[in-house]
């Protein structure tokens, strides 16, 4: 094999590699419905986004408004503390989405397991929306590998936003990792307090991307290769 033939093979593998990482997580940006992911309770595609709610189908949980006023989907939020509840799903401890003393009740989750290298970045897109006024009730959470980050609850939202009383607005994360591993990445919200007033996770376009360095190590490789390949031809 000639140095540009060997050139191109280098440069086809890398591409494939970061493709292949690229890919890491399935279906990021839900152009594809609910596929590679797993859902438990009221999980909706709205629009080519992910709406999650606390919202019952047969219960008012926003009386006066009518029962299932604000659930998604026509599939109930889901128990929490029970055999087969939230928190069985996503893998972590019962009692784990309890807020020190004040229960969670129901709430709904979306997960997904890939792969990740040292350095990729995990981004996504959210908005939390709450009918809830009170301080210390109802949030949305991400969990990484059973680590739970929150990401708003009713404080952080004082925006108006209908039919929703209050919201955060758009938001981006992001979080680094330090290894390669495996990643179960869940996410979801909970009724706190009780089963009343819901709250709800709006988010989109999942996606791991490589660190900086890597891609400029990728590029400069592809670069030496070309001059590589021009000073053969010269
Ligand atoms: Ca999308
Ligand atoms: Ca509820
Ligand atoms: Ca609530």
Redo the contacts with the bound molecule.
Sequence with gaps: MNMKKQGITIAATLAMVFAGNAMAVTNGSFTNGLNGWNALGDVNLQAGAILMT???VD?E?DFPESAGAFNASGTA?AETGVVGGIEDFIGIAMGTLNVQENFA??GSVLKQTFNVNAGDTLTFNWNFFTNETSSGADYAFVSINGNLTQLAAPSDASSSSLPYAFTTGFQTFSQTFDAASSVTLAFGVV?VND??V?SALWFDNVAVVPEPETYAMFLAGLGLMGFASRRKQA
């Design positions: 606390t919202a019952s219960f949980d939020a009740f129901e009724d089963y009343n819901t």
